[in-house]
């Protein structure tokens, strides 16, 4: 293999074979040449890529994409149907919690039964063993059997071992997702340490991690490799994808009454829905405000436009339109509507080409991952009628930058709101 690749995989396949119950496998086993007793899955196809000595390659993916597959496959803990895998140097990786350890033996036993396997002896691993306690911090845990340890606990063992066995390249598949914050940042401090003389290779759902300490992304769907290039520019296909936002709208006119070139995508059919469909929310994007340019990421220091579609199917009077933004585990962090704004609306009118348009002004947030959900009703803040709300119609994600102004403080309350026909 060329000396300046550290991994090199080619035309990469796993198939597995699927039975319907067990019975078919003894069938299989007696009647070695007869009928076919399973079906094929395929959790990888001809999957191609090469990293190179020093790079940082993140690994994107929904869940049952393949991913951790690909990774068991490189590490050799799994075998691939067809392909070849070259590895040019030692690799160290978190593959699973206690993936590699005794659950009978206790934290110290393991260290030295994992340095053996990575071919370390006794003494070489008595040389390690206070970095790899003073990383780990979990005390007197230390000498306790591992399955007494709590998620939390295998992750930090499993890092510092993993880290302090001189490994050439460092696979990280989602291990370090049940750590707590602290511990998270010291893990990327250690692999931001790494990236200088290593090979690094990450598998998270933190986009934000992906495009902070990767050099080069790809993405990897159900088996088959969508994409390779810079984090970003695979962040934000990745999460086109995942929004279903990626398909522009440009028929001459749909069903909903959206005109040729309308940029704002209509609302996804398998969304949830509630409200009495009086008035029918049929389209939502998220634009930068200065630029117009539609956006599936956002920086942090980012203002950002909400724009609303919404078609009347009956003459509604006060009509009140708003949304709510909320965090990952559904925490409400604000809301706001036309009402509260104070900026009353026309009436609404039951006309096949009365198609209205509403936009929501606002400052952006702090790293992470959002729901937008839009609503539209009528009558007043305290006594209206629900006639339309979608819940989490926009999931978007704030990426993390590298510098931060001092004063980019977020005003939850300065939010404008405008309307046009």
């Known amino acids: ?18 039975y319907d119950k067990p019975s078919d496998r003894l069938k299989e086993a007696l009647i070695p040449f007869g009928k076919k007793f399973y079906t094929d899955f395929h959790a990888l196809n001809g999957i191609s890529f090469k990293v190179s000595k020093g790079e940082s390659l993140g690994i994107l993916g929904k869940n049952g ?30 593959l699973e919690l206690g993936a590699g350890f005794n659950p009978e033996y206790t ?32 005390g007197d845990f230390i000498y306790q059997p591992v399955k007494m340890y709590s998620s939390g606990m295998f992750a930090r063992l499993a890092f510092a071992v993993a880290i302090n066995v001189d490994p050439d390249i460092l696979i990280v598949d989602e291990a370090l997702s049940v750590g707590d914050m602290r511990f998270q940042q010291k893990c990327y401090r250690k692999i931001e340490e790494f990236k200088d003389t290593k090979t690094v290779i990450m598998v998270t759902h933190d986009i934000s991690a992906i495009t ?3 050099d080069r ?47 704002i995508d209509a609302i996804n059919p398998s969304l949830d829905v509630m409200g009495d469909r009086s008035v029918e929310i049929v389209g939502i994007s ?31 009077t006060d009509p009140i339109v708003g949304l709510s933004v909320k965090d990952r585990l559904g925490t409400t962090l604000f809301q706001t509507n036309s009402f509260v704004l104070n900026q009353p609306m026309d009436d609404l009118h039951d ?16 790293h992470g991952m959002y729901t937008i959900s839009p609503a ?17 119609a926009i999931v978007f994600h704030v990426i993390q930058k590298q510098i931060f102004e001092l004063e980019g403080c977020l005003v939850m309350n300065n939010i404008d709101f405008s309307r046009n026909l």
Not at 287 to 309: G, H, N, Y
Not at 351 to 366: G, H, Q, T, V
């Open 1 to 18: 293999m060329t000396s300046n690749y550290a991994l090199k995989v080619e035309n990469i396949s796993k198939i597995y074979k699927i």
């Open 65 to 94: 994409s393949g991913k951790s597959t690909l990774l068991k496959i490189i590490t050799g803990v799994l075998t691939q149907t067809t392909g070849t895998i070259q590895v040019n140097g030692r690799i160290s990786a978190l």
């Open 107 to 138: 934290g110290i036993e393991n260290i030295y039964l994992n340095g053996t396997i990575m071919g370390f002896s006794k003494e070489a691993m008595d040389a390690k063993i206070k970095d790899i306690l003073d990383f780990a911090d979990i």
């Open 212 to 214: 902070k300490y990767c």
């Open 217 to 263: 992304a790809i993405w990897i769907n159900e088996g088959n490799l969508m994409g390779d290039g810079s984090p970003i520019e695979i962040a934000k296909k990745y999460q086109a994808f995942m929004i279903d936002s990626a398909i522009s709208k440009n028929d001459s006119k749909s069903s909903l009454g959206f005109e040729k070139d309308d940029n």
């Open 286 to 316: 998220m634009f930068d405000e200065l630029s117009s340019t539609k956006l599936d990421l956002v920086a942090p220091d980012q203002r950002i436009k909400i724009s609303i579609k919404v078609k009347s199917n009956q003459n509604i």
């Open 351 to 366: 006309n096949e080409m009365a198609i209205y348009s509403f936009s929501f002004y606002f400052p952006s947030l702090n």
């Open 376 to 392: 539209i009703a009528s009558g007043t803040q305290g006594n209206h009628t629900q006639h339309c709300w979608i819940h989490d």
